[in-house]
Nanobody, 122 residues
Framework: QVQLVESGGGLVQAGGSLRVSCAAS????????MGWFRQAPGKERELVSA????????YYEDSVKGRFTISRDNAKNTVYLQMNSLKPEDTAVYYC???????????????WGKGTLVTVSS
């Protein structure tokens, strides 16, 4: 019912910035929470940041607090993750996902995008 398409990944130097986008189509997302997850080689997929579309709640994983900012454009059904002061350990495939509950958990999300690769060089 919902399709998610990530974009904006790429190569950046440590200390640089990048913004990834997640465009949603199909069924309305007004009742959903949307999260950004990432998965690095050999690591578990982890929640990075999230928002509750209608309730205004925000979440940031501890390692990205103060560096990453999640935002949305309601008219475009698009969520953004602005990533500043990037570190090599931020290198991962970044996925967006939507689910019914708050807080979001990777095992409970209803729809997933295909992911976009972010590589941070030192």
């Amino acid at each position: 019912q919902v399709q998610l398409v990530e974009s904006g990944g790429g190569l950046v130097q440590a200390g640089g910035s990048l913004r990834v986008s997640c465009a949603a189509s199909g069924r309305t997302l007004s009742s959903y929470s949307m999260g950004w997850f990432r998965q690095a080689p050999g690591k578990e997929r982890e929640l990075v940041s999230a928002l509750n579309w209608s309730g205004g709640s925000l979440y940031y994983e501890d390692s990205v607090k103060g560096r990453f900012t999640i935002s949305r454009d309601n008219a475009k059904n698009t969520v953004y993750l602005q990533m500043n002061s990037l570190k090599p350990e931020d290198t991962a495939v970044y996925y967006c996902a939507v689910g019914r509950h708050w807080p979001p958990r990777f095992y409970a999300m209803d729809y997933w995008g295909k992911g976009t690769l972010v590589t941070v060089s030192s």
